[in-house]
């Protein structure tokens, strides 16, 4: 199962998140990821994190959620000794696996 076939709620039960159904700012991107807003503005300076927006004349910058969880989707490996470029490959695989076994918890979300 490829990542980006996947629904927006079912992104959301992999990692136990509720989803809040609009964009998310960077304060509450921070949150989920369990890291530092400053961290996040850096992920978006290097473009390694999720994909982002900011509507023409406008400072404030928003994530889709569904981008936001295909995003940590996308570190989905199977030892820290696998290759970064390998990740994707494996990732419907692993995805196999861990769908329906196994649910993975956000930073902050309530244990189920």
């Known amino acids: 199962m490829n990542p980006n076939d996947m629904t927006i709620q079912q992104l ?3 990692f136990g998140y509720a989803p809040k159904g609009r964009p998310l700012d960077t304060k509450e991107v ?3 990821l369990g890291v530092h807003p400053s961290t996040v503005d850096h992920y978006r300076l290097r473009g ?3 994909r982002h927006f900011s509507p023409p004349g406008t400072r404030r910058v928003w994530y889709a959620e569904r981008d936001v969880m295909a995003w940590m ?3 989905l490996r199977h030892s820290t000794s696998e290759p970064r470029d390998l990740q ?3 990732t ?3 995805l196999s ?3 329906g076994t196994q649910q993975f918890r956000l930073a ?3 244990a189920a």
Do not use: I, Q, Y
Request: glycine share 12%; with cysteine.
């Open 88 to 90: 994707m490959t494996n």
């Open 92 to 94: 419907s695989a692993a």
């Open 73 to 75: 989707l996308s570190g």
């Open 108 to 110: 902050g979300a309530p």
């Open 48 to 50: 390694v994190g999720p």
């Open 12 to 14: 959301c039960d992999l």
């Open 30 to 32: 921070a949150e989920v």
């Open 97 to 99: 696996e861990t769908l």
